[in-house]
């Protein structure tokens, strides 16, 4: 099979388990490589050809975790040609192209008091319970905005503070708000969400006009209460803090990398770099087997 026809059969497979916005990057990207490597059949694609791929997009200036992400695609067609039920390749040739090292970069996440200026500022809004349960909702649970914008109203238990969210690649898990984010939660619900534009939409957050909230929703939220607050915020900063915070007040790392959907514990394991040698003093105290043992 050529090269073309594979790529489309792969993405009508993807678009089963996939986001929209997934498949449109996954669709731009694959066809640019099938465009750079020219008409060829599947089997003919060797590790070379994405070595030099890759190297075409870094000498035309694409960052390396652009870069990085053009590998993962290449190297997922690849994964769905080999598999047993598709076997139209014998090996993925991306499996042997190592990615681009990223460069260290310092995590950005939010201090205490910047957040207790997001929280204030939401009483400068004209939906200030929803602002408000939408800043601890994020906080707590270190949900992507696409997962905060899909979760329906059946979603959350009001009991327990279990929120059920949709990941990447479509997949379920389970994230958990604290008494106040679970209260700020049931306000907006009981007082103020607005009637929904559409009969019988149960989407969570919605909009003034009372249509249910996209990833673009929750950035705008987010960047209004920043400029109200006096700095700058995106909805990811807030999974950076979470998941520090987490860490930070005695969650495992193995429970934090479930929280926030991690696929590989390296990406939670950035995390740790994050805390102070007064973060560990603090929890080596508390953790001390000799006081806890009472010896």
């Known amino acids: 099979m050529n090269l073309a026809d594979a790529i489309e059969g792969y993405l009508l497979f993807k678009a089963t388990r996939a986001s929209p916005e997934t498949i449109k990057t996954d669709t731009v990207m694959l066809r640019q490589f099938c465009q750079w490597r020219g008409e060829c059949e599947v089997r003919g694609v060797t590790a070379d050809d994405v070595r030099r791929y890759l190297a075409f997009h870094l000498d035309r200036g694409l960052s390396r975790h652009t870069v990085r ?45 910047q957040i207790t200026a997001l ?43 279990r929120v059920r969210v949709e990941g990447k690649g479509k997949k379920q898990r389970y994230v958990y708000l604290g008494k106040r984010a679970l209260s700020a ?10 009637e929904p534009a559409q009969v019988g939409d149960d989407h969570l957050f919605l909009s003034a006009d009372g249509y249910p909230f996209s990833r673009r929703t929750v950035r705008s939220v987010c960047g209004s209460l920043g400029r109200l607050a006096g700095f700058h915020v995106y909805p990811h900063q807030f999974r950076h803090t979470a998941a520090i915070e987490h860490l930070r007040h005695g969650m495992d790392l193995i429970s934090v ?24 003093e603090e929890r080596a105290k508390r953790t001390s087997p000799g006081d806890n043992w009472r010896l």
């Open 69 to 113: 992400r053009h590998l993962a695609v290449v190297s997922s067609l690849y994964a769905w040609l080999v598999s047993p039920e598709v076997a139209l390749a014998e090996v993925n040739p991306a499996r042997a192209v190592p990615a681009p090292k990223l460069p260290s970069q310092k995590i950005k996440s939010l201090t205490h008091d």
């Open 185 to 194: 939660l049931w306000l907006y619900v009981k007082e103020e969400r607005p």
């Open 257 to 280: 990398q479930h929280l926030l959907g991690h696929e590989s514990i390296e990406v939670t394991q950035g995390y740790l770099a994050a805390l102070s040698d007064e973060d560990v």
């Open 119 to 161: 929280v204030a500022a939401t009483d400068h809004t004209r939906l200030k319970r929803r602002n408000r349960a939408v800043v601890l909702f994020l906080l707590d649970t270190g949900a992507r905005a696409s997962e905060i914008a899909g979760v329906k109203l059946g979603d959350v238990d009001f009991q327990s503070g």
